[in-house]
């Protein structure tokens, strides 16, 4: 526990370091902004648009239920992220490559080399999210874990900021595909100083006091978690309608592009009010999720999302879209510092791993389905059908939340929580 202690600075500030910059990553190859407009410009279809979120999505929520019981106890959970992560990173640079030589002469290959980079990327985040998230909750005390991820996600929307401003750029001032190799290379480096700050991370091995179960034990006593707390379930429940009520966020740009005839820089003037939205609400939820309560932050999260396709269904003006990707930050924002944060809340001590696996696999289904759901509405009913049918699943989402998702307010010491 001393090594732990002596370390909580460092590993705040490196860990804040490295998420920051694969955050930059991430939002220089968005999936929601940047990705669908390059698949767009490949001939992809709406669905085929809608299928690389929801790959992201499966890949990354369902291979966590695998290694969580390994992860759990392992002594030392950083060593299993070392040992893996490179598999994150070498996608970005396959993307950018991809972009060079192939996008002009093979366009559809270039589309399925994409879908593969995605599987990568995300399938990895998916495998390790377990052990990276213990090792987290290992070595942050408890109640500065909604202010870490508010810094390095707010750090890393501060960062996307400029690389959106980047991307707009390059969009606009370089041919297709050029200005995608650019902008691929660019996530490339990102997501490199992101891994240089994974080697630097510092914790100490410490088995956890929880008794290390067999596979099939693991699995045998999946359901007892779920039948003993029951506002965990209730949360899942909400989580997977906010999946579903999200399906349109993924054609915003295409939808701003392909139906508005914005110019393609859109997609990254757009995106730098998500990044904007994003940076200043992170740091607004950690305080307020720390200090009042994460279940209110995913209430006005909720409410942003409901928003979007409100405003999307009666206003389809340049500063309309604008408020829609301000709307968008504030859900992001919200899910991501105050959804992880209110999860560690719930988990009894030693099984956060555990929480995490449960609460991503059993919402794979509906983050799959969204985005190619929401492309085949558009394809067939139009834009305006796929905004109703997200902003109701949205309502009812936020009505379940409010009704029946309880938070447990731990009390908070300075120490450390193991897990």
Not at 30 to 45: H, N, R
Not at 63 to 88: D, H, R
Not at 209 to 233: E, G, Y
Request: with cysteine; net charge positive; aromatic share 14%.
């Amino acid at each position: 526990m001393n090594d732990i202690r002596a370390n909580v600075r460092w590993n705040f500030i490196v860990n804040t370091i490295d998420e920051a910059f694969w955050v930059l990553s991430n939002n220089l190859a968005s999936i929601i902004a940047l990705l669908p407009v390059f698949i767009e410009k490949l001939g992809g279809s709406n669905i085929v648009i809608g299928l690389i979120p929801g790959l992201a999505f499966i890949c990354v929520m369902l291979p966590g239920i695998i290694s969580a019981n390994s992860v759990e106890n392992k002594p030392n959970k950083l060593a299993f992220v070392k040992k893996i992560t490179l598999w994150q990173r070498f996608p970005f640079v396959v993307l950018a490559l991809s972009a060079y030589f192939l996008a002009i002469p093979y366009p559809s290959l270039t589309i399925w080399v994409s879908i593969i980079c995605v599987i990568l990327i995300f399938g990895t985040s998916g495998i390790i999210q377990p052990a990276w998230l213990g090792y987290i909750a290992k070595v942050t005390p408890s109640r500065k874990l909604g202010s870490f991820f508010a810094a390095a996600n707010g750090f890393g929307a501060l960062l996307g900021i400029g690389g959106f401003v980047l991307a707009a750029y390059l969009l606009d001032r370089f041919a297709f595909p050029m200005n995608y190799f650019l902008l691929f290379s660019c996530a490339s480096v990102a997501v490199f100083i992101s891994y240089w700050m994974v080697l630097l991370g510092r914790e100490p091995d410490m088995k956890d006091k929880t008794i290390q179960t067999t596979s099939k034990d693991f699995f045998k006593a999946l359901p007892i978690v779920l039948k003993n707390d029951r506002s965990f379930v209730h949360f899942i429940v909400v989580r997977n309608l906010q999946c579903l009520g999200s399906m349109a966020t993924t054609f915003f740009t295409v939808y701003a592009i392909k139906s508005l005839r914005f110019p393609d820089s859109s997609a990254g003037i757009l995106s730098i009010f998500l990044a904007s939205s994003q940076s200043f609400f992170f740091f607004v939820w950690g305080y307020v999720g720390d200090r009042k309560s994460h279940k209110l932050v995913l209430t006005i999260a909720s409410l942003g999302l409901i928003s979007t396709s409100i405003i999307l269904m009666f206003f389809q003006s340049w500063v309309a879209l604008c408020v829609v990707f301000v709307m968008l930050g504030i859900y992001y924002s919200g899910i991501g510092c105050s959804g992880l944060a209110l999860l560690h809340n719930m988990a009894p001590k030693g099984r956060y791993p555990t929480y995490i696996a449960l609460y991503n696999s059993l919402q794979v289904v509906s983050a799959f389905v969204a985005p190619v759901l929401g492309g085949w509405i558009s394809e067939l009913y139009g834009w305006t059908m796929m905004f109703t049918v997200a902003l109701l699943l949205s309502i009812v989402g936020l009505i379940w939340l409010l009704l029946f998702v309880h938070e447990n307010r731990r009390v908070l010491n300075e120490e450390p929580q193991i897990v």
